[in-house]
């Protein structure tokens, strides 16, 4: 079975300054796909970023980006220059390849002050 | 692509009572799923279907609840006697399963509330 933990439940940070999103995960296959997602308020769940684990390089998608560790079985998001806008519950999830379901973490809720 | 989009988006309803939601994908979206998300949990997988065909049900899943999706198009989920613990947000996604590379889109949710 896939376990996801995310050990921060809430977080908060100045506009423009960096956050790390702390992730990390356990599971038996070796091929599988780790995501983050952003739930805003009152709003959907939208991808923010994905990572396959075959891939050594660490995914980036404009100011967010990953540090995938997967020996250590860790998977941090990054955001440079947060914005109002990035105030979100964020949720780390797993999927085995060749599955179907996501396996989620219970979520960071990040707060952006001006 | 106007979005995964579900109706309602709030239901509040009696302890008994039967409820349903609805879901309609993405457009040419052959997967769709059903999550349930409770206060303070990310969500849980409960049930997908590929096009028209269930696949596979969570053992969340109990008798009380059954999902359809007629065509391959848009899905309903059902709930029966609905209790105080299937109070959550009932969260809908589809993709097209064309690739291990299969990213899942979320719709807005359906906020239940048995009283």
């Known amino acids: 079975a896939q376990t996801v933990t995310q050990s921060q439940p809430e977080m908060s940070v100045q506009e423009a300054e960096t956050v790390t999103l702390s992730c990390t995960y356990d599971t038996s296959e070796n091929n599988y796909y780790l995501f983050w997602y952003k739930q805003p308020p009152s709003r959907q769940m939208i991808l923010v970023i994905r990572q396959e684990a075959y891939k050594q390089q660490n995914a980036t998608e404009n100011r967010f980006s990953v540090n995938f560790q997967k020996a250590a079985k860790s998977f941090s998001l990054k955001i440079s220059d947060s914005q109002l806008g990035d105030t979100a519950m964020y949720f780390c999830?797993?999927?085995?390849?060749?599955?179907?379901?996501?396996?989620f973490g219970k979520g960071t809720l990040l707060t952006v002050n001006p | 692509d106007t979005g995964v989009s579900q109706d309602p988006r709030h239901k509040i309803t009696k302890r008994g009572q039967n409820v349903t939601f609805r879901c309609d994908p993405i457009?040419?979206?052959?997967?769709l799923y059903w999550y349930r998300q409770t206060l303070g949990q990310g969500p849980e997988f409960l049930t997908y279907f590929q096009n028209e065909a269930q696949l596979e049900k969570s053992r969340l899943l109990s008798d009380r609840f059954s999902a359809e999706r007629p065509k391959g198009s848009f899905s309903t989920l059902e709930i029966q006697r609905t209790e105080q613990g299937d109070s959550a947000m009932y969260l809908c996604a589809s993709s097209l399963w064309d690739s291990l590379r299969e990213t899942q889109y979320f719709g807005p949710g359906t906020r239940l509330l048995v009283l």
């Open positions: 999830a797993s999927r085995v390849g060749g599955n179907y379901k996501l396996t």
């Open positions: 457009s040419e979206h052959n997967r």
